[in-house]
T-cell receptor
Framework: NAGVMQNPRHLVRRRGQEARLRCSPM?????VYWYRQLPEEGLKFMVY????????ESGMPKERFSAEFPKEGPSILRIQQVVRGDSAAYFC???????????FGDGTRLSIL | AQSVTQLDSHVSVSEGTPVLLRCNYS??????LFWYVQHPNKGLQLLLK??????LVKGINGFEAEFKKSETSFHLTKPSAHMSDAAEYFC????????????FGQGTTLQVKP
């Protein structure tokens, strides 16, 4: 009974490159949330998706960031033209519904050179 | 709007002594409250949740929390700390807009001394 799987665990990019972060929810979960943990800060909500739909993206930066959760395959958080300030730990969580507990993956730690 | 405030950024206890991690919430609704724990370089693990049933909530690993509406508090306690309890603890409230997105406190680092 695998939990939430995130890959890669660590990702290094140079400024201006693209970063793709993947999240496979727990079996039976169709709700996915992405959170970002900046150094010395708590976690902040970014985006909430259900299969093929973005439900709430109020926490996403307006530029360079996008997310998807296709009918088949993992959810993807994409950051284009990365900058130093994007260095953070990105966590994915999944649940069976918006009123159900969220289960977290181990995160992807993104470092920008 | 919902929010949570963790009153201590760092708590240090000796092994075998009680643990108290403090959290106050602000919510215009009856809130759903959680405590999560994060060990270094790991994801977050749910310790316990309050969803308007019993005010005293028992969680995993001997932790419990009491919801006190009059004090708007949801403090986390454990009678006897273990070395493996050393970690970052987050008090969390669920947004009641219907999305279920979580609003995190700033976290409390628990240090357990031998």
């Amino acid at each position: 009974n695998a939990g939430v799987m995130q890959n890669p665990r660590h990702l290094v990019r140079r400024r201006g490159q693209e970063a793709r972060l993947r999240c496979s929810p727990m079996k039976g979960h169709s709700h996915v949330y992405w959170y970002r943990q900046l150094p010395e800060e708590g976690l902040k909500f970014m985006v909430y998706l259900q299969k093929e739909n973005i439900i709430d993206e109020s926490g996403m930066p307006k530029e360079r960031f996008s997310a998807e959760f296709p009918k088949e395959g993992p959810s993807i958080l994409r950051i284009q033209q990365v900058v130093r300030g994007d260095s953070a730990a990105y966590f994915c969580a999944s649940s069976q519904g918006s009123d159900q507990p969220q289960h977290f993956g181990d995160g992807t730690r993104l470092s920008i050179l | 709007a919902q929010s949570v405030t963790q009153l201590d950024s760092h708590v240090s206890v000796s092994e075998g002594t009680p643990v108290l991690l403090r959290c106050n919430y602000s919510s215009s609704y009856s809130p759903s409250l959680f405590w999560y724990v994060q060990h270094p370089n790991k994801g977050l693990q749910l310790l316990l949740k309050y969803t308007s049933a019993a005010t005293l909530v028992k969680g995993i690993n001997g932790f419990e929390a009491e919801f006190k509406k009059s004090e708007t508090s949801f403090h986390l306690t454990k009678p006897s700390a273990h070395m493996s309890d050393a970690a970052e603890y987050f008090c969390v409230v669920s947004d009641r807009s219907g999305t279920g997105k979580l609003i995190f406190g700033q976290g409390t680092t628990l240090q357990v001394k031998p």
